[in-house]
């Protein structure tokens, strides 16, 4: 009976965990299907309020040139742009890639400052440190790897001053720039697709939920200072400040058109330790704030508490019994070659043949649902729609995607650690980055 | 476990295999209808920008 009962619960929640994912799907159908014809015309702003960007590196001496470049070409009214370049505690050649870049002839008249940092934080600790200096109405952030598109600027600041009082934050996606490196990299494109052309539009569509991508996004100056600027130290800052700005009650705005190019892991081991951290990151915050749950607080914030939960905790649990169940149960089959009066564990007796059709079927529909995901996602974006994404898409069900499942043990394993042992957990392992 | 809750979990599972079925057939009509969509305005945006790209140049300057 107790194995019949774990089979219930454990696809109960998978189903509820689906349901999350159709609804998203849901309004993210609704809102492509409003925009995909829409053209985009750049038309000059009513106003241009100040920007500082901010690009915190640390050891970045491969990327960071193309990114500076980048950042200067923003197309952007120059003097209404200040630059903060941070070297942050580097051991390499990150300030002086910096520094060739801003001395180019081209853009010595631009209003650039180059600060090698030796103070503690990490990225957060940057972002507070540009924050106390800044001049402009608006901090923007693009980390080292993150190359903005020319008009990505202009994007964000044009959603922000479509509503000043209720979008503290605006934010734009990001695309994978070494997407065809190798079939890590292909996996995580796709991975990045579905997050920013899916998740993100369908929560700011039905709900005008936002979350900051951690580059690629600006946020009201003012504003950041009132909230005390962001968490140093924090694994993922980004995640942090995103619900300390929906916990005022302000918004974080989507600009679906403002694009950068970043960089992802090329090797499975940079994959994985960049996972853990955003995990465990993610982890710390929903637990930090899953008292909200309880208390009077932002039902955006409530709603994200949630949606995290489903994500990090119910899903994970659900899958991670399902893999038991299914691991127990071949290993028994193996084990009855040799012993024929061993019975398999988990199987719902008398009716189980018809049940296990009906599943066998749910599930192979939950591969093709996965798998038409990915493809949509791949749709809203021109010439990304291929055959091959199929296969890809496919073959990462069954490999890229169990990926997470070790991850997601280890976050929890990791966290779980900490906070008994009283280690800091809150230990960055910098992603590699290639010359590419 | 008494076998009515088995024939209820068999009905759930049912409602939720053809659920998937339908949502199956909607996701893939809406993933054409904006595939379609998404290349032809883009063809077009990218018609428009190349007539605009050097007036608009100017414009930043």
New interface residues.
Partial sequence: ?AA??TM?VT?VLI?LS?LVS?TT?GGA?HF??RR???????T?LPSYPTVTIVVPAHNEEIVIAQTVRAIMNL?Y?ADRVEILLFADNCNDHTAREMRSVAELPQYRDRNVRLIERTGSGGKAGVLNDALAIAHGDYLGVYDADAMPERNALYFLVREAIANPFKYMAVFGRNKTRNARQNFLTRCINQEIVVTQRIQHCAIWHMFKIGRIPGTNFIINTDFAKSIGGWSNGALTEDTDISFKIMQSGKLIALAYNSEAFQQEPERLRDYYFQRLRWAKGNYQVVIHNARLLFRPSNWRVKLEVLYYSATFFWFDAAIILSNIIFLTNICVLIARLFDHNLSIPFT????NS??MQ??L??WM??I??YV??I??AM????GQ?TTEQIWIGLASYFTYSQLFILVSIHAVASVFLDAVLHRNGSVWVKTKRFDN | ?T?SV??V??WV??V??VF??V??VV??V??????F??????L??KR?DEG?AAD?EE??E
Wanted: charged share 10%; with cysteine; proline share 2%.
């Fill in positions: 009976m019949e009962i219930i696809l189903w689906l159709l799907l159908i492509w299907l995909s014809q829409k053209l985009v015309h750049i000059p197309h009214p719902f007796g008398d009716g018809s049940i009906i599943l079927l749910n529909l939950m093709i649902l038409l995901q493809f949509f749709s809203t974006q021109f729609a | 476990m076998d088995i024939t979990f068999w599972s049912v939720i295999t998937f079925a949502a199956v996701v893939f809406c993933l054409w209808i904006t595939y969509r998404v290349e032809r305005t883009t077009e945006q428009i605009y608009d414009a930043w």
